[in-house]
């Protein structure tokens, strides 16, 4: 099975595609578990709306990664240059991979990449959830008598 149906769920429903999406994209991820393997990383909580994504990426410098957010994913590749092949170095045992990579994390909703440093082999991205004044929760003050509405435009 490599789907679910959302269809009944969507008929009453406005805009809950992205929950679809999300699931068949954890269904694919559990399915290339191998292939998601490289490079490792952690996903630490900092506080309550900080977070921090740490990736091992030895043998890459800065101009090899990059990094994109759209919509609500952010993309991490990393592509070194050809190596040069120096006849002086022989290799008994090459265990760092330098090879390319992608990785693609979904992010929630009003959670903004604010900042990405490379230090000691470990790539560290900073997230905040930074939710808008409109969509925090509000108290509505209870007044005397019925609420006046605002007269509508005709």
């Known amino acids: 099975m490599n789907s679910i149906d959302f269809t009944p769920v969507f008929r009453s429903t406005?805009?809950?595609?992205?929950?679809?999406?999300?699931?068949?994209?954890?269904?694919?991820?559990?399915?290339?578990?191998?292939?998601?393997?490289?490079?490792?990383?952690?996903?630490?909580?900092?506080?309550?709306?900080?977070?921090?994504?740490?990736?091992?990426?030895?043998?890459f410098a800065e101009p090899d990664i990059e990094i994109t957010v759209k919509e609500n994913s952010l993309f991490i590749s990393g592509k070194v240059a050809k190596l040069a092949q120096d006849p002086k170095k022989i290799f008994l045992h090459r265990g760092i991979a330098a090879r390319s990579f992608e990785r693609r994390f979904d992010l929630a909703d009003h959670i903004i990449v604010t900042g990405a440093g490379l230090e000691n082999g470990l790539l560290h991205i900073d997230l905040v959830r930074e939710i808008p004044e409109e969509k925090k929760p509000r108290k509505i003050k209870i007044g005397k008598g019925q609420p006046k509405l605002a007269p509508r435009a005709a």
């Open 14 to 59: 406005v805009g809950f595609d992205r929950m679809a999406r999300l699931v068949d994209a954890a269904f694919q991820a559990s399915e290339t578990t191998t292939q998601q393997s490289y490079p490792p990383y952690n996903i630490e909580k900092i506080d309550e709306d900080t977070y921090q994504i740490s990736m091992a990426v030895a043998g």
